[in-house]
């Protein structure tokens, strides 16, 4: 199977200044056989990750407009759709997809590109979930995030569908005992403090959160969407959005 990025204009139609076809093909050799999930960079490059067939997590940087990078005083022009090479903790040996050690047996399965060129990855093996934290080299920020290895502890969650970052907090949803589940860790990942709700879903897909600190987070509800509203701080459902916050 190929693996391709694209890139789409405000009608949804494929952008053709992206590639010549508004779809960029992904040769990323064998250390990423699939992508779960993408993230746009301020600077508009694309953060993607995945795995590879092990299973053990993987991660590119893919350039999305004409980029001008200079790496160890070598200045070279990027193509859109390309891979960023400078995405590297093995210095002098730049890898197009690149393997992120010690989580064997996990996936990574969201990704969220900070604007200072780091990133938030939510791995999952289909029981738990643990949050990482990447410098631009994508090395792990052990030294600021985390339990001391820059990941966090993993909590249960089965399948984990999106991340976001929200002022000093990160949220991660997904699905856990055939339901909902979502996480709030702090800036630090010391903590991940489970949302709590009475209110059925099946499971957890989206999280967006409103200027007035409300989130929004999307789901089903027996063989119905569902939008719920929480309180800011997660810990009950907002019942001023809609019937009982639906």
């Known amino acids: 199977n190929n693996l391709f990025v694209a890139r789409i204009t405000s009608s949804m139609a494929l952008d053709t200044t992206y590639a010549t076809t508004g779809i960029a093909n992904l040769a990323l050799g064998a250390n990423m056989t699939s992508v779960n999930s993408a993230a746009l ?42 891979p960023d090479l400078t995405l590297d903790p093995n210095a002098g ?24 060129g780091s990133s938030f990855i939510a791995f999952g093996n289909g029981t738990n979930v643990i949050l990482g934290k ?6 792990a ?13 993993p909590v249960a969650m089965a399948t984990v569908n999106n991340l976001i970052v ?13 339901a909902q589940s979502l996480r709030r860790y702090s800036s630090s990942g010391t903590t991940a403090i489970p949302f709590s709700s009475t209110t059925a879903m099946s499971v957890g ?9 409300r989130y929004l987070v999307t789901g089903k509800f027996g063989s119905l969407g569902i939008v719920l509203a929480y309180q800011n701080d997660g810990l009950a459902t907002d019942t001023t959005f809609g019937p009982a916050s639906l």
Do not use: C, W
Request: charged fraction near 15%.
């Open 41 to 82: 960079h301020p600077d508009r490059r694309v953060y993607v990750v995945g795995q590879q067939a092990t299973p053990t997590p993987s991660m590119a940087r893919v350039f999305g407009d004409e980029y001008v990078v200079e790496e160890t005083g070598v200045t070279f022009k990027a193509t859109p759709g390309t």
């Open 93 to 116: 040996t730049p890898d197009a997809g690149l393997v992120i050690s010690g989580l064997v047996g996990y996936t990574a399965q969201a990704v969220y590109a900070n604007a200072d």
């Open 134 to 139: 990447y410098d631009a080299d994508n090395v």
């Open 141 to 153: 920020m052990s030294s600021t995030f985390g339990i001391g290895s820059g990941l966090t502890s």
């Open 166 to 178: 929200s002022g000093s907090n990160i949220i991660v949803v997904g699905t856990e005992a055939g």
């Open 205 to 213: 897909t989206q999280v967006a959160q409103q200027k007035s600190g």
